[in-house]
């Protein structure tokens, strides 16, 4: 009989080992981290390295009872907050669901205590110049290309106005304005009414019917444009005041003795004395109109119907003469006799 397997130790009996009560040691329950077991709580023998579940050592566990596995980490992306001109960003990391641990990797394998910042930006700043204009700066405009931020700088003075010569406009001859326009810009325009119109009786001519002259008022009008005087004269001319030859005939011949053409001369001087005529422009060769009379004809012969006519009597400064009167019921031609 040996007590050993190699038959080297003999032995006349087998060796009795008595027994002895287990020796417990309490063990608290320690709960498993993401990265580091945990167990739950129990009592070890000392002498048998036995787990037990209860205090008095009657109730043995299996040791893979008692430990509890680390889970590992639960990991949750957290995105990158780009940087911008005036701010630092975030780098992209990841997060322990369970223990809120960093990680700059997906397997969990780098640990950090804060996320890595990204360094702001700047400014990209392009510069785009904007040129005076007559009544605006110029000026420099700085904008940044990724966030739009601008300011202005380097500013210039406005150039103001180039004004050209006036243009001028009548109404009548009394009132008269000037344009003027801006040589840079022509859009640019400023119109300025005449503070005065006066006539200019030392540049007036008379009429001379005898020497075929015309005669002409002459008017002028003074506007003041940024601290300048500007003057513009109108010429209006002065119609000729013909007198009626001493006998007058009508187109069918038959003339008019002395006493019915003093009759005829003296309506129309009075229709002329009445109502000015208005003259064409274009000098002794035009002619005079006078429009819409009611002439009051009261005649000693059957040749000039009585009653009351809407006339139009025309002058022809060429021939000193009156063409025509016509009436609503008949055409009278009344020219000198030594035409006829």
């Known amino acids: 009989m040996f007590s050993d397997a190699a038959g080297e130790n003999q032995i006349e009996a ?20 993401c990265t580091e077991q945990g167990n739950i709580e129990c009592w070890v023998c000392q002498n048998c390295e036995t787990p037990f579940s209860d205090a008095n050592g009657t109730s043995a566990i299996e040791w893979e009872d008692v430990f509890l596995d680390a889970p590992g980490h639960d990991l949750t992306p957290v995105a990158e907050k780009p940087a911008t ?22 397997e969990g394998t780098e640990s950090i205590t804060t996320a890595a910042a990204i360094s702001a930006l700047g400014h990209d700043y392009a510069a785009v110049v904007t040129d005076p204009t007559c009544t605006g700066q110029g000026y420099t405009t700085h904008t940044c290309s990724r966030c739009g931020d601008s300011y202005a700088d380097t500013y210039t003075d406005s150039l103001g106005h180039i004004w050209g010569e006036p243009e001028w406009n009548w109404q009548g001859i009394e009132s008269a304005d000037a344009t003027f326009t801006c040589e ?48 513009d004269y109108n010429e209006v001319p002065v119609l000729l005041t013909p007198e009626l030859p001493e006998q007058l005939f009508l187109s069918d011949g038959i003339g008019l003795d002395a006493e019915e053409a003093e009759t005829v001369r003296e309506l129309l001087n009075a229709y002329l004395s009445d109502h000015p005529a208005t003259y064409n422009d274009d000098g002794l060769d035009g002619t005079y109109s006078f429009e819409g009379n009611l002439l009051e004809v009261v005649s000693t012969s059957s040749n000039i119907p009585d009653g009351t006519f809407e006339v139009t009597v025309t002058f022809d400064p060429v021939n000193n003469a009156f063409d025509s009167v016509s009436a609503t019921t008949q055409i009278y031609i009344i020219k000198p006799l030594s035409d006829g």
């Open 184 to 231: 840079r810009v022509p859009d640019h325009t400023e119109t300025v009414e005449a503070d005065s119109i006066e006539l200019q009786e030392e540049l007036c001519v008379e009429p001379d019917i005898d020497e075929d002259v015309a005669g002409k008022d002459v008017y002028m009008a003074t506007v003041i444009h940024e601290g300048t005087e500007y003057t």
């Open 85 to 106: 001109c005036t701010m630092a960003g975030i780098s992209a990391y990841w997060q322990c669901s369970v223990c809120g641990d960093l990680f700059s990797d997906s």
């Open 14 to 33: 087998p060796i009795v080992i008595s027994t002895t009560a287990h020796v417990l040691e309490h063990r608290e329950a320690v709960e498993q981290t």
